[in-house]
Nanobody, 119 residues
Framework: QVQLVESGGGLVQPGGSLRLSCAAS????????MDWYRQAPGKEREFVAR???????NYVDFVEGRFTISRDNAKNTAYLQMNSLKPDDTAVYYC?????????????WGQGTQVTVAS
């Protein structure tokens, strides 16, 4: 019953910005944390950023200072503000959530949204 839907991806020039959204819906009791991963063609899926229920955040080194993860608990939505984008940031970005639904803790993944950074 739980669904994660990403939005906000698209084509942007190097140095530009995008804001990704991840909306969780369904029977959700609580969300422990939400995070973002990305996967470029021919590469493994890699961690990008995480935000926990108390607001603490973690970032992978290659996005530190450029990306900001945030969360609206009332809307069960996480955001990823991406600034100073580089061509190497091109990838499918996936939202992930660790949450409790119907008394059971579980992990859920979104379908992904394409981010392309090119001139």
């Amino acid at each position: 019953q739980v669904q994660l839907v990403e939005s906000g991806g698209g084509l942007v020039q190097p140095g530009g910005s995008l804001r990704l959204s991840c909306a969780a819906s369904g029977s959700i009791f609580s969300i422990n944390y939400m995070d973002w991963y990305r996967q470029a063609p021919g590469k493994e899926r890699e961690f990008v950023a995480r935000i926990t229920s108390d607001g603490s955040t973690n970032y992978v080194d290659f996005v530190e200072g450029r990306f900001t993860i945030s969360r609206d608990n009332a809307k069960n939505t996480a955001y990823l503000q991406m600034n100073s984008l580089k061509p190497d940031d091109t990838a499918v970005y996936y939202c992930h959530a660790d949450l409790i639904s119907n008394g059971v803790g579980w992990s859920y993944w979104g379908q992904g949204t394409q981010v392309t950074v090119a001139s």
